[in-house]
């Protein structure tokens, strides 16, 4: 069983940073992608950045983006993927989800979440 769990969210005032962390643990043989989604009150799941076991990268490129206030990183020593949060909105306040695709090395890719983990701007 693998496991991922988040931690580093929190109520922060506009303008303000928070840096999440996501720890894969487990029987884990390999891990592709790494990603953070979010999902505010009252809307559907959305991807906000991913990073590939290489080391690229991808930002959504959404009405309200992430893009250059979000950084996101990854140890692959430590199986864990960080989300450095910068020039914190109201509108970034959400639940955030660690995902994380994982290989087993001989048969199909497959998929975990993390339980989330809440982040609030606001003053």
């Known amino acids: 069983q693998v496991q991922l769990v988040e931690s580093g969210g929190g109520l922060v005032q506009p303008g303000g940073s928070l840096r999440l962390s996501c720890a894969a643990s487990?029987?884990?043989?390999?891990?592709?992608?790494m990603g953070w989604y979010r999902q505010g009150p009252g809307k559907q799941r959305e991807l906000v950045a991913a990073?590939?076991?290489?080391?690229?990268?991808?930002?959504?490129n959404y009405a309200d983006s992430v893009k250059g206030r979000f950084t996101i990183s990854r140890d692959n020593a430590k199986n864990t993927v960080y989300l450095q949060m910068n020039s914190l909105k109201p509108e970034d306040t959400a639940v955030y989800y660690c995902?994380?695709?994982?290989?087993?090395?001989?048969?199909?890719?497959?998929?975990?979440w993390g339980q989330g983990t809440q982040v609030t701007v606001s003053s």
């Open positions: 995902n994380a695709v994982l290989g087993t090395g001989s048969g199909p890719e497959y998929e975990r």
């Open positions: 487990g029987s884990i043989f390999s891990i592709y992608t």
């Open positions: 990073i590939t076991s290489g080391g690229s990268t991808y930002y959504a």
